[in-house]
């Protein structure tokens, strides 16, 4: 059977107003605010963000529901035809609110994608102040994991050191037409002036963080001289850092990681993680 458009992009659309304005409350829309938001889908989260915030664009892949969109002819709504994985937000940033300025990332991020845009977010985080996402439940409680859980992995480490955190509350599959398989949630990142620790090439310390995690039944130590590292080199870091020789990577906290990462970036010894 084939699959409706619909289904292909992977789009939930939320029909539950109570739900609708309590993600509203949470991104608190003003008329100083430019809100890209990701998925627009039939418009329920862009018109009362509209009435609100002084611009929206509203980003949406599907043409199928670019006409209904640009029906509602609000001054401060563009309509964007495009794949927001492909958008650049500090281009939009510019142009939509000066040099300088920053956006509100908000939406219902259909499931296919949201991992994808959780990166993206990484990567374009100087153009964002606070992104507001639904999405599905287990993948908002990998985003906040703390060390010693089995949610913890590396997008946990990198968006909690340079994003606060938090999951508002969850949301049924009875709110959304068609209803997903699963619970969602609606989380909330609000951007950090600066990194909880410091990091010089983030790009790099994300693939470190991979060759970490790779096998995460072995310990972070195997996992290293698996990647070509020397023994004794990683047993001297890690009793600097006061991580036990048989710690797997998700019991390693967030300075830790990063101190073991400036380590082998101070002394070049960058291994598979090396652009």
């Known amino acids: 059977m084939r699959r409706s458009r619909t289904r292909s992009f992977g789009q939930h659309f939320l029909k539950d107003k109570s739900v609708l304005w309590k993600i509203i409350e949470v991104i608190a829309p003003d008329e100083a605010d430019l809100i890209i938001e990701i998925g627009a889908?039939?418009?329920?989260l862009t018109l009362p963000l509209a009435k609100k915030a002084g611009h929206v664009i509203a980003v949406e892949k599907d043409r199928a529901l670019i006409p209904g969109l640009r029906a509602q002819n609000l001054k401060n709504l563009t309509v964007l035809e495009a794949d927001v994985l492909c958008v650049d937000f500090?281009?939009?940033?510019?142009?939509?609110?000066g040099t300088g300025k920053k956006a509100k990332l908000a939406g219902n991020l259909p499931y296919v994608i949201s991992a994808p845009i959780l990166f993206k977010i990484l990567e374009e985080k100087e153009s964002l102040s606070d992104c507001v996402f639904l999405?599905?439940?287990e993948v908002a409680e990998r985003i906040r994991a703390k060390p010693g859980t089995k949610a913890y992995a590396p997008i946990s480490i990198r968006l909690q050191n340079d994003f606060s955190v938090?999951?508002?509350f969850t949301v049924g599959p009875a709110s959304f037409s068609p209803p997903p398989q699963v619970q969602s949630a609606l989380v909330r990142l609000e951007?950090?002036?600066?990194?909880?620790f410091p990091v010089k090439r983030p790009e790099a310390?994300?693939?470190?963080?991979?060759?970490?995690?790779?096998h995460r039944r072995k310990t972070l130590v195997n996992n290293l001289l698996m990647a070509g590292h020397d023994r004794t080199t990683l047993e001297t870091i890690l009793?600097?850092?006061g991580i036990a020789k048989n710690r797997r990577p998700e019991q390693v906290s967030i300075p830790q990681f990063v101190g073991m990462f400036?380590?082998?970036?101070?002394?070049?010894?960058?291994?598979?993680?090396?652009?």
């Open 41 to 44: 889908g039939k418009g329920a």
């Open 90 to 97: 500090s281009v939009l940033c510019r142009d939509y609110a």
């Open 135 to 137: 999405l599905q439940k």
């Open 166 to 168: 938090r999951l508002c």
């Open 191 to 196: 951007k950090r002036d600066e990194p909880l």
């Open 205 to 214: 310390f994300g693939r470190f963080l991979k060759t970490a995690f790779r």
């Open 239 to 241: 009793g600097q850092l």
């Open 262 to 275: 400036n380590f082998f970036m101070k002394n070049e010894i960058m291994r598979s993680w090396k652009s």
